[in-house]
């Protein structure tokens, strides 16, 4: 590191030790850093790996798919995931598991990202609220419905790969937006 590399390195440390130094870092980073809408979806598996999916009503391309939606302010990823898992559905005994999938989407603009969670009964009951969300199923590969999105189809892929569960679903199916 150059001597004026070190200079400007101490000197934006000290400048940062003020609250008014923060406090200016902050605004530059929420002026300057781009702001993305980060959706969170849901792989539940139950306890004989069927993969619970729901019928949307704000998605008229692709009506079935995950549970998920947008994430709250000063909320985490994973309370999202388990939170839009509650409301959409009812169950709220499931474990939260590893991200299977991040990706980003272009309708709307977002980030989004996949979680997979476990439930230990077969096919528990769901209850959806019929405004939203007006139908929910456990699917096995077989079952699986027409018109999936692109990303709803390597999200399932993924869970149920880790289970040496094969997906193979028809590319001609496969939507690129629900909306």
């Given at each position: 590191?150059?001597?004026?590399?070190?200079?400007?390195?101490?000197?934006?440390?000290?400048?940062?030790?003020?609250?008014?130094?923060?406090?200016?870092m902050r605004t530059a980073i929420s002026v300057v850093v781009p702001k993305k809408r980060i959706g969170?979806?849901?792989?539940?598996?139950?306890?004989?790996?069927?993969?619970?999916?729901?019928?949307?009503?704000?998605h008229p391309l692709?009506?079935?798919?995950?549970?998920?939606?947008?994430m709250d302010r000063n909320e985490s990823p994973a309370e999202c995931a388990l939170r839009e898992l509650r409301e959409e559905t009812g169950i709220d005994f499931a474990t939260e598991?590893?991200?299977?999938?991040?990706?980003?989407?272009?309708?709307?603009?977002?980030?989004?990202?996949?979680?997979?969670?476990?439930?230990?009964?077969?096919?528990?009951t769901t209850q959806v609220d019929g405004v939203e969300?007006?139908?929910?199923r456990w699917i096995t590969p077989a079952e699986a419905p027409d018109l999936l999105t692109k990303e709803t189809v390597l999200a399932i892929?993924?869970?149920?790969a880790s289970?040496?569960?094969?997906f193979n679903y028809p590319e001609h199916q496969t939507v690129y937006s629900s909306f």
């Amino acid at each position: 590191m150059s001597n004026l590399s070190r200079i400007k390195a101490g000197s934006i440390r000290w400048f940062l030790r003020f609250s008014f130094g923060r406090f200016l870092m902050r605004t530059a980073i929420s002026v300057v850093v781009p702001k993305k809408r980060i959706g969170v979806n849901v792989v539940c598996l139950d306890s004989e790996k069927h993969i619970l999916l729901l019928k949307h009503v704000f998605h008229p391309l692709a009506p079935w798919g995950l549970p998920g939606g947008w994430m709250d302010r000063n909320e985490s990823p994973a309370e999202c995931a388990l939170r839009e898992l509650r409301e959409e559905t009812g169950i709220d005994f499931a474990t939260e598991g590893e991200v299977i999938q991040i990706s980003r989407n272009s309708g709307p603009e977002h980030i989004n990202i996949v979680y997979l969670a476990h439930v230990d009964t077969a096919k528990p009951t769901t209850q959806v609220d019929g405004v939203e969300i007006t139908e929910s199923r456990w699917i096995t590969p077989a079952e699986a419905p027409d018109l999936l999105t692109k990303e709803t189809v390597l999200a399932i892929e993924k869970a149920w790969a880790s289970h040496q569960i094969p997906f193979n679903y028809p590319e001609h199916q496969t939507v690129y937006s629900s909306f």
